[in-house]
Nanobody, 123 residues
Framework: QVQLVESGGGLVQAGGSLKLSCAASGRSFRTSFMAWFRQASGNEREFVGGATGSGATAYADSVKGRFTISRDNAKNTVYLQMNSLKPDDTAVYYC?????????????????WGQGTQVTVSS
């Protein structure tokens, strides 16, 4: 069993920055692919980006160049640094884990989820 706890959400003005954290406990963090998804009101949950155990990353086109994912395997924590935030980035952000090394962009591929953290970007 894996437990994921996100933190760091909040309210920020357009153009600002936020950094989310996701602390994991349970099965091996180092070999798990860790991802961030988001879900805006009325929309489906969408892939934001993720990182392999060795730190290779993948991003959605909508956030490429603005968001950065990193992980600290010693702390069992993955981060999402969000810069140049836009009102369209407003959503609940979820951390997710899958017990495979490589990226998956479909939410159905992830067995473990955090509770989510709200990010609101004002214009």
């Amino acid at each position: 069993q894996v437990q994921l706890v996100e933190s760091g959400g909040g309210l920020v003005q357009a153009g600002g920055s936020l950094k989310l954290s996701c602390a994991a406990s349970g099965r091996s963090f180092r070999t798990s692919f860790m991802a961030w998804f988001r879900q805006a009101s009325g929309n489906e949950r969408e892939f934001v980006g993720g990182a392999t155990g060795s730190g290779a990353t993948a991003y959605a086109d909508s956030v490429k160049g603005r968001f950065t994912i990193s992980r600290d395997n010693a702390k069992n924590t993955v981060y999402l640094q969000m810069n140049s935030l836009k009102p369209d980035d407003t959503a609940v952000y979820y951390c997710a884990s899958r017990a495979y090394y490589y990226v998956a962009r479909d939410a159905a591929a992830y067995a473990y989820w955090g509770q989510g953290t709200q990010v609101t970007v004002s214009s």
